[in-house]
């Protein structure tokens, strides 16, 4: 099928664009990950059988039932939670999404919330009736925005991930984080609470970037306070004990993060 493109409005009013990933992207995605979930199941119950022949105890073997309905209950878990939990941690994306290149994103661009995720996920069941996923294949095929019954109601698509863009010349604020050598590795925040930074948090962030590179040293030391007060406490970083280079580095690194999740390429 024709890989078509969708326009997206957020809520910030920014137009977004894009490129859906069809039937095959997504059906080569899920195979990929059920053959993971494959060697994990059969893992699982080898060990099972393991445990069983190793135990050969007469009380144990008259309580078969339990160990087995235990080894049932873990399966499903994993098997569920394998796409709730990669879906919501790695930004849209299971194992094998990522090798494909596709993740899931909410109807309005943004990332894929908690219920979302585990609204797409548990309506599965639905799409897997009556066999080997064959309502939402059916469903991801007909529907104009290659939609399953999951994705209906969690208010989701999957898409393709953006090509990196071609290397141009740096801005004044990425020569400053060069020269400093900083990396988005040297800050570690959670998950969660990157989550609840919103777009108000990610304009401050860039306005003060922007401004950073032409201000004098007592007007940037001001504003940078400032703005550190109300970002540092929404992420949960302490402001006590840094110093201002600290604090400017803490910052400029914070900004690296919320780019990737904000500035998409139109």
């Known amino acids: 099928m024709n890989q078509e493109n969708v326009g997206i409005k957020t809520p910030e009013f920014v137009s977004l664009q894009f490129q859906l990933a069809g039937l095959g992207s997504r059906t080569a995605a ?68 990522k090798m494909i290149g596709i993740r899931v994103i909410q109807d309005n661009g943004h990332s894929l919330t908690l219920l979302s995720s585990f609204i797409r996920n548990l309506l599965r069941i639905i799409d897997s009736l009556p066999a080997n996923y064959f309502l939402g294949l059916i469903m991801i095929f007909f529907h104009s925005k290659h939609k399953r019954i999951g994705d209906l109601v969690a208010g989701t698509i999957v898409v393709h991930e953006r090509k990196a863009k071609k290397k141009k010349k740096l801005t004044a604020i990425d020569r400053e984080i060069e020269k400093r050598g900083l990396a988005k590795e040297d800050l570690l925040i959670e998950e969660w609470t990157l989550k609840t930074l919103s777009s108000k948090e990610w304009n401050l962030v860039k306005t003060y970037c922007s401004r950073f590179p032409q201000l004098p040293l007592e007007e940037r030391n001001e504003l940078t306070l400032q703005v550190a007060e109300i970002l540092f406490k929404k992420s949960g970083i302490p402001l006590e004990g840094k110093s201002g280079r600290e604090i400017e580095d803490t910052l400029l690194i914070l900004y690296m993060i919320l780019k990737d999740e904000w500035e998409f390429e139109l």
């Open 30 to 97: 899920f195979i990929i990950d059920q053959l993971l979930l494959m060697v994990v199941n059969i893992l699982i119950i080898v060990a099972f059988f393991l445990f069983m022949y190793g135990t050969a105890d007469i009380m144990l073997l008259e309580m078969t039932s339990l160990p087995l309905a235990i080894t049932i209950i873990v399966i499903f878990l994993i098997n569920w939670g394998y796409f709730f939990v990669f879906e919501f941690f790695s930004g849209g994306k299971t194992i094998g999404k």
